[in-house]
């Protein structure tokens, strides 16, 4: 009976003696991580878990949730100090939590960490950070661009090289004169999806996004400037633009009805070349979003929850998935804007994107993110929806805005992300 | 000795009574009560989950007011109202037509019966991005079908009034059935001699309707109107996924405003007071419908 017992548990202690001898520090530590359920990030991280798992020792365990509950999961994991998840997927929406997220600066330095990032993705801003410390890594990056047709361009003899608003405007209402008679609208936008319209106002928008005290505030005239001139744009679209949701807009794009695009060019990329979703494969590019303002950036971080119990394997993680051979092949296999450089000067992805990738670049060498929290954010879009719609003018927009932000506090993290990026008004 | 025995054996079975009801109790109270009373408390503190863990303190009627005042509750409340009042309207004239329509038991009715129900096994949220794809402007089936015959489709979701209507439509559409179904089993049991002597005094079918079956349904129709003003009043999941609250805040109810608050931005105390408000007028409007029942039909 007792030979059997031994053997038995020699049995048992073979895995941890197998990944002792295999250099496996933190094997059978067990950690929790969280992805949006997005059918990209998610799938990224299931399809490396099992090579983790081997090559670590560590058991992990995915958690995906649509944006909004993954949020809400976050906050309330943090502020009540449950420790369900060790490393999270996150941006600047969940900031007001930021100060429950473990520095990681000790773990870049030790391990000579992220020397090859796109410098913007690198840094405060798109990169989560608190108190001066870096607590996030960035894993996707997507900035908002402008598509357009390069053979209506051609034949109308445009080119898609404008540098402001203005100057997009203006090519607008060339392509509306030669477009005359045709079913293809000059523009088209998700203007149904309202939150989507403040990313064209933040590209119009030349002032700051927080006060020199650190409350929400617009500096007033450029922001109704660009109000104005970002409702104005609806005239450029097709009829009933202004309920379209951001697939129907590109769809009315990928079958051609729209000579130019406003859009997160990583939810087209993929149906736009496949022949069978799109009308237009290899008659599209992404051009430079205009400026004065910037192309708003949606880039994914992970984080290391202060409460994690193995901060050494959440971190084993974040290193396993976020790298610059695990971004180039989201990005080739599932469409995810990568944050590595290398992605963009890969000799063969240069020569099958060349279409995308100059502007997709320009566009991530330029984007910021926002210091908006979400009641924050929603009460600028749902605004800027009513304008949109009719409901009110430009100077109510700005108005409710204003009123509804100064019972809004801004987290001290977007206060410091806010001035790393420039948005903060001067002092 | 009867009486005596009764009244012994009363007393003596007591102590069980207690103990086999005491359970129940006990989990009634903790999980309606104990959640009621601590959402009573979270409404008169000032506690937003994202600058603190916990409450900042007592703030007595702050949040009330505070909610009362905000222009975007007070639109809450007007498109709830305006909602759950035109499409509880329709359903109940709606369902009761399709019940009096689908009366019998053949397998013809029975088959329309059980077809006219299916819009009510459909999860809310799945029904909003259905009809979300039916309304939509451009490639919609609506607006496919009223060009057909020469109408001009409006923007179901993208006008603010349209998108109320849309709201209204889908929540018809899919509660509907839930009428017929209650209305067809009232009508059922309506004693059949009844409607005998009253056509043999001469009663034409709309008195008959009137004098003898509306007041033999009216106790049970309230009563599903009570019902359907309180489902549709909490509905979130299928504006969520139709409108989204939008556009603007067009189409924002009381739910969708109070699940922002709470879930969404995390602001609790406002959240609460918010839902204190709804309770009173959710009970308000039910007090009146029973109020309605206690007069003699």
């Known amino acids: 009976m007792k030979k059997v017992l031994l053997f038995l548990c020699i049995i048992a202690l073979l895995p941890l003696g197998s990944a002792l001898a295999q250099d496996m520090p933190h094997a059978g530590a067990e950690i929790v991580a969280t992805y949006m359920q997005s059918g990209t990030y998610d799938i990224g991280a299931e399809n490396i878990e099992a090579a983790f798992e081997e090559a670590t020792g560590i058991e992990i365990e995915l958690v995906a949730s649509p944006w909004a509950v993954l949020n809400q999961n976050h906050i309330t994991d943090l502020t009540t100090g449950t420790g369900e998840f060790d490393v999270m997927s996150g941006e600047f929406w969940i900031a007001s939590v930021w100060d429950k997220m473990l520095p990681l600066e000790d773990f870049v330095e030790r391990d000579e960490y992220g020397g090859d990032f796109i410098p913007t993705i690198w840094q405060p801003g798109p990169s989560g950070h608190y108190d001066g410390k870096r607590i996030g890594i ?19 003899g445009l080119s898609a090289d404008w540098e402001t608003w203005d100057d997009y405007i203006a090519t607008l209402d060339a392509l509306a004169m030669h477009l005359e008679g045709t079913d293809i609208s000059p523009s088209v936008f998700s203007w149904g999806a309202s939150e989507q319209t403040p990313m064209i106002f933040l590209g119009m928008y030349d002032g700051y996004l927080v006060d020199a005290d650190g409350n929400y505030a617009l500096d007033e005239a450029p922001a109704l400037d660009s109000l104005n001139k970002m409702a104005g744009l609806l005239d450029y679209n097709p009829e009933g633009a202004a309920g379209l949701s951001i697939d129907e807009a590109n769809s009315v794009f990928l079958t051609g009805n729209a000579a130019t695009m406003i859009c997160w060019v990583s939810f087209m990329r993929a149906a736009a070349q496949n022949p069978d979703s799109s009308l237009i494969v290899d008659n599209w590019a992404v051009a430079s979003f205009p400026g004065p303002g910037f192309p708003f950036i949606s880039a994914w971080n992970l984080f290391i929850s202060e409460y994690s119990e193995e901060p050494e394997a959440a971190w084993e993680w974040v290193k396993f998935y976020i790298n610059s051979e695990q971004a180039t092949q989201r990005f080739v296999e599932l469409g995810v804007g990568s944050p ?54 430009a100077e109510e927009a700005l108005a409710n805005t204003l009123a509804g932000w100064s019972e809004v506090t801004v987290p001290p993290a977007l206060v410091q992300s806010a001035a790393a990026q420039g948005q903060q008004q001067d002092m | 000795m009867g009486v005596y025995r009764m009244t012994w054996h009363r007393r003596h079975d007591a102590p069980w009574l207690v103990a086999f009801v005491l359970p129940a109790f006990l989990i009634v109270v903790a999980v309606q009560f104990y959640p009621l009373a601590y959402s009573a408390v979270l409404s008169v503190q000032e506690w937003s989950l994202t600058e603190s863990q916990t409450p900042k303190g007592f703030v007595g009627l702050d949040n009330f007011v505070e909610e009362l005042g905000d222009e975007t509750f007070r639109r809450s409340v007007r498109n709830s109202v305006w909602i759950t009042g035109g499409a509880v309207f329709l359903e109940m004239i709606l369902g009761v037509c399709l019940a009096y329509l689908t009366m019998g038991s053949s397998w013809r009715m029975r088959a329309v019966r059980t077809l006219l129900i299916l819009p009510m096994v459909i999860a809310p949220v799945a029904a909003g991005t259905l009809w979300r794809i039916l309304l939509n402007y451009r490639a919609g089936l609506l607006n496919h079908l009223l060009g057909l015959i020469g109408i001009q489709g409006p923007q179901w979701l993208a006008s603010p009034d349209w998108a109320l209507v849309s709201v209204i439509l889908l929540d018809t559409w899919q509660w509907t059935p839930f009428v017929l179904l209650v209305a067809g089993a009232a009508i059922a049991s309506i004693p059949g001699d009844l409607l005998e002597v009253a056509a043999i005094d001469g009663a034409s079918r709309w008195k008959t309707f009137l004098y003898i079956e509306l007041p033999l349904l009216m106790p049970l129709l309230l009563l599903t109107l009570v019902f359907r003003m309180l489902e549709s009043l909490l509905s979130l999941d299928s504006i969520y996924s139709l409108t989204f609250g939008g556009p603007g805040f067009s189409t924002y109810t009381l739910t969708f405003y109070i699940y922002t608050q709470g879930l969404r931005n995390f602001n609790f105390g406002a959240a609460a007071a918010s839902s204190w408000i709804f309770m009173a007028f959710a009970s308000f409007a039910i007090a009146l419908v029973f109020w309605f029942q206690r007069r003699d039909w």
Request: net charge negative; aromatic share 18%.
């Open chain 1, 138 to 156: 960035p894993y996707s990056a997507d900035a908002y661009g402008i598509v357009y047709r390069t053979d209506i361009f051609e034949e109308a």
């Open chain 1, 340 to 393: 590595y450089l290398s992605t963009y000067e890969d000799p063969e992805l240069m020569e099958a994107y060349s279409h995308d990738f100059p502007g997709m670049v320009d566009n991530l060498s330029r984007a910021q993110s926002v210091p908006w929290v979400f009641e924050a954010f929603e009460i600028f879009f749902r605004n800027t929806s009513e304008l949109v719609i009719g409901s009110i003018s």
